[in-house]
């Protein structure tokens, strides 16, 4: 699709400063790409000769075979889905390398200091994706995705900043085709403070509007329902928490937040019908891991089991996928055999957080709450900050 804008040689004088600091072997980097390209059909044949004796970058720093060995792993016994996986994280590949050369062509020549350099390439990746965002697929994300986290375990951060900002501008170009409350999400997701996110609920819970930002900057908020708003930030994040492995858990960790602020702001507190999910059953991994917090006196101690668990550890470490390697039985409240005979999925923060509510409005709803409660309403706020700082820092 961007084939032909990337052929060309990237120009000698394009920027170094900025992107070659971040990407500098960028055009020797996408050569080999291409020549990994044509080598797809002798893969099919010998795939195992080519992955122990090739390595190619596709990028500037990001090696296709790990890249596409990952995915492999996971997915050995069918070979059909891993070459479409291959064909995908290619193609996807192609297209961002393309975005990066276009974002070069227009830096290039340009003489500013660093302070200036974050809003050029901020600017550029604007003017680059908002005249692509309708050709782009899921094929494009999914490459961006996978190269953030490889940045990530490389802890590259220059790399990962500015996937992050070509990642952070799509996302926005397509928020603005969707419907009002799904466009809230998208502002709320990038609002860092709390006292912000309030505010702006304010304003779309009255209508909305042309405001005054940052610099004297107008900006437009849409007016949207917040029960519109939590339910859809629930379904997003429900989504994200049924899978086995996370993609994103800054990303879920905004999204638990603008649902229980937007449910804060409705106001009808933690009995109100509208928040009620409608668990039956309680999930087996949130009641074992909340009877632990509740064993234990409030402090430093339970707070260091929350952020291990909202961070993706312990409890809450994701599942292999593997089942062979796996051999723990799965257990269910109380250490009891689970109903189902399936391994229950690890802590999530957005059940956990909802684990949480549903227990206290069993409370609640008696007629003696005691230090239970007190003791609930701990790990509810304390978990809310935990999420804060994964979130935005």
């Given at each position: 699709?961007?084939?032909?804008?990337?052929?060309?040689?990237?120009?000698?004088?394009?920027?170094?400063?900025?992107?070659?600091?971040?990407?500098?072997?960028?055009?020797?980097?996408?050569q080999r790409y291409?020549?990994?390209?044509?080598?797809?059909?002798?893969?099919?044949?010998?795939?195992?000769?080519?992955?122990?004796?090739?390595?190619?970058?596709v990028g500037g720093g990001f090696p296709v075979d790990e890249l596409l060995n990952r995915n492999e792993r996971e997915s050995s016994d069918n070979n059909s889905d891993t070459s479409a996986q291959r064909e995908?994280?290619?193609?996807?590949?192609?297209?961002?390398?393309?975005?990066?050369?276009?974002?070069?062509?227009?830096?290039?020549?340009?003489?500013?200091?660093?302070?200036?350099?974050?809003?050029?390439?901020?600017?550029?990746a604007q003017g680059v994706i908002g005249k692509r965002v309708d050709q782009m697929e899921n094929d494009f994300m999914m490459a961006l995705d996978?190269?953030?986290?490889l940045a990530e375990q490389?802890?590259?951060?220059?790399?990962?900043?500015?996937?992050?900002?070509?990642?952070?501008?799509?996302?926005?170009h397509l928020t603005k085709k969707c419907p009002p409350h799904v466009q809230v999400i998208g502002l709320l997701c990038r609002t860092p403070k709390k006292e912000s996110r309030y505010e702006l609920l304010r304003r779309v819970a009255a209508g909305g509007g042309l405001f005054k930002g940052e610099n004297d900057l107008k900006i437009?908020?849409?007016?949207?329902?917040?029960?519109?708003?939590?339910?859809?930030?629930?379904?997003?994040?429900?989504?994200?928490?049924?899978?086995?492995?996370?993609?994103?858990?800054k990303l879920l960790a905004r999204l638990v937040l603008i649902r229980e602020e937007a449910r804060d702001m409705m106001g009808g507190g933690?009995?109100?019908?509208r928040n009620d999910r409608g668990l039956y059953t309680l999930p087996q991994a949130e009641v074992n891991f909340l009877t632990k917090l509740v064993a234990l006196k409030p402090g430093k101690i339970v707070l260091g089991m929350i952020k291990n668990v909202m961070q993706g550890k312990d409890e809450g470490a994701d599942n292999s996928g593997n089942d062979g390697e796996d051999e723990r039985v799965s257990i269910g409240i109380g250490g009891r055999a689970s109903v189902t005979g399936r391994k229950p999925l690890p802590v999530r923060p957005g059940m956990f957080l909802e684990t949480v509510s549903k227990v206290l409005s069993g409370i609640y709803a008696?007629?003696?709450?005691?230090?239970?409660?007190?003791?609930?309403?701990?790990?509810?706020?304390?978990?809310?900050?935990?999420?804060?700082?994964?979130?935005?820092?």
């Open positions: 699709m961007f084939g032909a804008s990337i052929l060309s040689p990237i120009p000698t004088q394009c920027y170094p400063n900025f992107f070659h600091s971040y990407f500098p072997n960028l055009n020797s980097s996408y291409l020549k990994l390209n044509k080598l797809k059909e002798k893969e099919k044949k010998n795939r195992l000769i080519v992955l122990s004796d090739t390595s190619y970058e995908a994280l290619l193609k996807g590949g192609d297209q961002v390398i393309s975005v990066m050369q276009e974002m070069i062509t227009l830096l290039e020549d340009m003489d500013m200091d660093e302070e200036s350099e974050k809003i050029a390439v901020e600017l550029a996978y190269m953030i986290q490389d802890h590259d951060d220059k790399r990962k900043s500015l996937l992050e900002v070509i990642k952070e501008t799509v996302l926005s437009h908020i849409p007016g949207a329902n917040l029960n519109d708003i939590a339910n859809q930030a629930d379904d997003l994040l429900e989504t994200m928490e049924t899978r086995p492995i996370v993609p994103d858990r933690i009995l109100d019908e008696g007629t003696d709450s005691g230090i239970t409660a007190q003791h609930l309403e701990w790990v509810h706020q304390k978990t809310l900050q935990v999420l804060q700082e994964i979130a935005f820092n």
